[in-house]
């Protein structure tokens, strides 16, 4: 059985970006119409190749725009490669946006279930992890209110929860920690390293450099979509902000 998780051979990820600003809805249909429409090629992503081995954790640093959560949702196959290949081994569990996923107008118990059903895992396995799910998220008192009901932090908390209770082979996390207070994300923390202590493999993206350093073995730096530096993640954080300073 191959040791390797995640595969990517040469990728480049290609947008097409309105060169034209519209006045409205009506102003752009008639340009498509007419085939007046102005596109200018925009590259996410150019010539990405990474191998990714199971149990291994991974900081993708750079600034916004470098093409961090390109190449999150193209792991997750959110997005397709225009050039190159990509190979992914193992059941993802995505917490790359907080209400991905959430339907505004259900419960917080009908997106468990929804959750659970994106994520793979059937009603049998959501039935027996509800209230851990629940606790986690620390939402008993909220089981039964809408989604769009909820603050960003009660989002962030109930998405994790749903996410890293099956322990995927795969756990990718894209600046969620960041939202909620001190207390939910010393469990997180908590939560990922005991993942961490089996053999999930992990994705993240922060601009906490603190949290890379510590949860993370290995760090690819991105910039303009190429990229800048791989290797152990002190060393390339040390490269991309030459003054941070990395407490233990």
Known sequence: MS???IEINAVTVRFNKSTEHFSGLK???????????????????????????????????????AGKST?????????????????????????IELSA???????????IYLNGALLGLNRKFMDKHFDAIIDFAELKDFVDTPVKNFSSGMS??????????????????DEALSVGDADFQVKCHK??????SGDTTFLFVSHDLSAAAKFCQKAIWLEGGKIKAI??????????????????
């Open 3 to 5: 040791d390797i998780a």
């Open 27 to 65: 102003d752009y249909v008639i340009k498509l119409l007419k085939r007046q429409l102005m596109f200018q090629e925009f590259l996410a992503l150019q010539n990405i190749s990474l191998t990714v081995k199971k149990g291994e954790s991974w900081a993708l640093i750079g600034h916004n725009g």
């Open 71 to 95: 190449l999150l949702k193209l792991i997750c196959k959110i997005v397709k490669p225009y050039q190159g290949s990509i190979t992914v081994n193992g059941k993802i569990a995505p917490l």
């Open 101 to 111: 996923g959430f339907d505004g107008d259900l419960t917080a118990r009908e997106n």
């Open 156 to 173: 962030a908390r109930l998405g994790f929860a749903i996410a890293t209770i099956s322990e995927p082979d795969i756990l990718i996390i």
């Open 191 to 196: 939560r990922i390293q005991e993942l961490l």
């Open 231 to 248: 290797g152990d993640t002190k060393e390339i954080i040390s490269k991309y902000q030459p003054d941070f300073i990395i407490t233990e």
